[in-house]
């Protein structure tokens, strides 16, 4: 069984959410939010909050207590575009970027040794 959750317009750049997100597919759920409470990103919070929402979400669902993150989408949202003034009277754009961000976990059975 799989179960997702979405967390969409974060205001971070998906280039460096990307970053973080690519260490975690494969990993056990509880594993990833270790790992990402350790990191020095400041896309990890963002992260943590949306696999503790696929968690609960997975709790609703099945009495499976074992969920690994199949999957971490990071896509690009709408630019929020803004001016800086610059020398001589110029204006630059400033371009804010968002991110839309999906996680799928699915369930799967620890191995007894």
Known sequence: ME???????????????????????????????????????????????????????????SDMDTWKIKNIMVDEGPILKRFRSATMGRAVLVKKRTSHITVILEEFERRQK
């Not at 509880?30 to 929402?53: C, F, H, W, Y």
């Open 3 to 61: 179960v997702f959750a979405k967390s969409r317009y974060v205001r971070q750049s998906p280039r460096k959410l990307r970053v973080i997100a690519e260490l975690l597919p494969g990993k056990e759920a509880k594993q990833a939010l270790q790992m990402l409470k350790n990191m020095p990103k400041r896309g990890t919070d963002v992260l943590e909050k949306i696999i503790g929402s696929a968690l609960a979400n997975a709790k609703l669902k």
